[in-house]
Structures are given as structure tokens and as C-alpha cells.
């Protein structure tokens, strides 16, 4: 007889996010909020000492919008994620303007990082120290470099990295995780340079479709993947519920 699968828990410690911020941080598995569900998880933070919980809510629920709002839940961001499926995609150019990271691209990466994700929710609460936050994403770039990503491209001007794109494969599935373009090449057309040839690596590796998360404040962004082809799929909420002042 199989083991029957144990329940997932009503929340995840996040060792990682606790370790950097300095603070207990834990994520909601629920996406909808009743008063016994709201109840259980209050009641888990409470007694693993969660000082941030995440919860990640269904954008068409009122009573899950009703009980955040009125149980100390802060609205931070609004989650859309895009879509669209691989077709008529132009090759990867393995020279010119668009290449894979290396090494040396590290700390031109990390310095474009600084300024280039301040729409997140992480910057939207002040919970968060803004140098943190900076931190936060120098991080992020540098580990997706070191194996989180599966790709790292970056585009060149005067052969500096001025922007870069990370890709991520799962099954037929690719995702954009993050992309950044250095402040004096803003509104340069770069950002659909990348995207397309990110688009590129994933039709070369078979994925059929490619996902990406955006800001709901980030109108920017949505209009540049919108240009590239993609389609709204869902749009959720990020609450972050302290239990600390």
C-alpha cells in the first residue's frame, strides 16, 4: 500500500529571505482567505515567531480582498504575469550586440541591478531598508549567474554590458526571471532587443511558450512585453502581513 502524501503546510519558512533581511520571514500556500483559513495562519506565524508573512492572493475573490484588508494585511504589488507561445523567433546572435554573461560581467551587473527593480513590492514597503533592497536584487543578478538561471544574456555598448535578460526552463515551459538595463540606456529599444533573443534561447532549447511576471505599477514593462507578443494570463496580489511595528 503507497504512503498517503502528507498536506502541504498552511505556510513555508523562507530560510533564505529570513537570513538576508534579518528578520523571520515565512509565504502563505493559500491563495484564498477564509475565516478559518485566516485564523490557521495567524495562528502558525504566531508560534514560529514570523515577524513577515507573503501572501500571494486571487485577484477575483472579494471575501479574500475583505479579510486581508481589515486583518493588517498591506497591499504591495499587483502580480501580472504575461504569456506567449514560441513562433517565427529569430536565432540566437552568438556575436554583436547580445552574448552570454561572464565572469568579468559580474560587477557591471550587480552595479545595474542596484537601480534597475525599484517598482518591486520589496522597494514599495518601507518595511524594507531601501540599501537592502539594492542589495536584495546586486544578489539575485549574481546568483542567477552562479546556476539559478539556466541563461544570463546581456547586451553590449562599446562592448560594456548595459543590460541583461535571465531565462529559466522547465519542461516545454521557459520563463523570464529578471531584466535590467543600466539608467543612461533607458528607452533605447534594448529591452526588446533582449527579449527577443532571450525568446531565441528558449525556441533553441524547445520550450513552446515563454512566461514573465511584471509590476501592476509597472505600466513600462507591461507594454514592452505586450510589443513582444505576450498576452495577459492573471493578475494576483502581494499582501506582506507584519507582525512586528
Known sequence: MSAI??????????????????????RANQSRLSEATLKDLLEWCASNHIECLYFLAESDDPQTVKLAETNGF???DVRVTFERTLSDVPRLSTGGIVRFAREEDIGTLRTIARTAHQDTRFYFDRHFERSKCDLFYETWIENSFRGFAKAVLVAEVDRKPVAYITGHLQSEEAQIGIMGVAEEHRKAGLGSVMIQQLLSWAAQNRARRVTVVTQGRNVGAQRLYQRNGFLTASSQLWYHRWFTT
Open 5 to 26: 502524501p502528507k498536506p502541504e503546510p498552511i505556510c513555508t519558512y523562507l530560510d533564505w529571505d529570513s537570513e538576508f533581511f534579518g528578520q523571520r520571514i515565512a
Open 74 to 76: 498591506q497591499l504591495t
